[in-house]
């Protein structure tokens, strides 16, 4: 890489970003108004500083625009699947059925909000937990800014080993880990034991949400346990089964805060009434005439099991992926060249699209099947169907730009070196305290791309040869950068979309992206004071 890197380069390679916190953070604008400036601020920087022709930005452009079809479909099957338990009224069965289970008002909000967020992720990911489980939290009458919030953190820890360890694997092939070594498992091993802190760290920032002090007192037996098994459970597998490390230990979570809610300790009716994050006057107020009467509680989450069901199979069984996965779709672009000589390759079948394994395909099936079974059950009344799909298309116009322009945003500033320079500026600067930043690299790339896997691919290189010419661990280096990653999944602007918009508040992406970041970064800064503390003094 030619490209300079001083500080004006590095400037220009940051302002995007900053223009994009200020803006939502400061001014309280939302993603769909903040993303198109921060694309023109992109787009100024790489045709000015960065020696990037006019085509170069058209075809990044254009992969942009492609690789959020991707992002979009998961919105609009998400949301389709959302409004099929609305019109039903399945989330008033949810919230009165698990309320009976799990009496205790936290723990119940622990269990979807931590729990099965955590569940959708091990075998999901892709943003779906958070567009799916942030309506149900308001079905229980969590307040929608704190729905989103509390997805986006449950989701977080497993980041990397989640979607059978989609995050993980492209790690191991850009830092050229191969699988089963020492080094690989030694990565694995500092990448969970960051996850397990982060586990413990969101379930005690999700019971601080519902009544400070008071909750944390009372959640803590719930959130040790639940930690040992999910975050715990994860370290071990880490280092035995790094595709099964999250799914097997979400799973067992599952089960076991159902029995939490027979414990002694949360079998009887709780909850904090003037606890901050809860709708008390919504709760109040839902009719119970509106909940039908004989919808039991499997039924009611029958969609959401269906989407479990069928994810699982098509890809944890080989000869199934294999053979839905063969079908793909991608775009032919053009080989690009910066004036520095950054060259992106040409491609016949770019970022292709496996139809029939994406977690969009997934949702659609698992919403057609909902409305279906409710219509024929009676539950969803005449023009429930097309309210639904009228509905799902409505609420995902608005957010569909900012989408857009988010990744044309990350593509451009990939395909001309800005990425890169970010994060060698920094290590360039720091020497051996780079170690104190690594997991900030790690977030920034899932902050650009709303991809942990994307930011591992993106950085895991440079990670390894920077960890090597430091002569410090590339393993732990490694550990902090998708563990980083992790924690950014909270923070990208891409999810928090995914979230406000399921949650009906598209615009109020600043109020959400406030309260993460306030959360995000001193945990971030604990893994990389402890990665220098162990490796760096």
Known sequence: MNIPVNFAMWGMAFLPIIVLIVLMIKFHWGATEAAPVGL?????????????????????????????????????????????????????????????????????????????????????????????????????????IYAVVISLLGQAWGNTFGTLGAAWDALADSAGLNKGSEEYFKAAFWAAVFLLAWDVITGIIICWFYGKGKAVKRGLPAVLVISIIGGGGELILSQINTTLSNFIPAVIALVVVMLLGRMKIYNTEWKIDESPIMDRDKTEIQEESNVPEDMSLFQAFLPYLLLSVMTLVVLAVPSINHALGSIQIGITVPETRTGYGIVNAASNNYSPIAIFTQASMFLFLAAIIALVYYKKKGWIKEGGVKNAFGNSIAMTMPSGMAVIGLVIMSKIMGGTGQTVVLSQGIANVLGSKYLLLAPFVGLLGTFMTASNMSSNILFGGFQVTTANLLNVSAPGVLGAQTA????????????????????????????????????????TILIGAFLFMVFGL
Not at 487 to 504: D, F, H, M, Q, R
């Open 40 to 144: 023109l601020v992109t787009i100024f920087s790489a045709m000015t500083f960065y020696k990037a022709p006019a085509h170069l930005v058209a075809v990044e452009s254009a992969k942009g625009v492609w690789s959020s079809l991707v992002i979009l479909l998961i919105i609009w099957t998400a949301i389709l699947l959302y409004q099929a338990g609305e019109e039903a009224n399945a989330f008033l069965v949810i919230k009165n059925e698990l309320s009976k289970l799990i009496p205790n008002e936290l723990l119940l909000i622990l269990a979807l909000g931590w729990v099965f967020v955590s569940f959708l992720q091990g075998i999901t990911g892709f943003g779906v937990p958070v567009a799916v489980v942030a309506p149900l939290l308001i079905g229980l009458g969590v307040k929608p």
């Open 484 to 523: 980083g990653g992790a924690i950014g999944s909270a923070v990208s602007p891409s999810k928090i979309i995914l979230g406000t918009t399921t949650a009906n508040i598209l615009g109020r992406e600043g109020e959400v992206l406030r309260i993460m970041l306030a959360i995000t970064i001193p945990a």
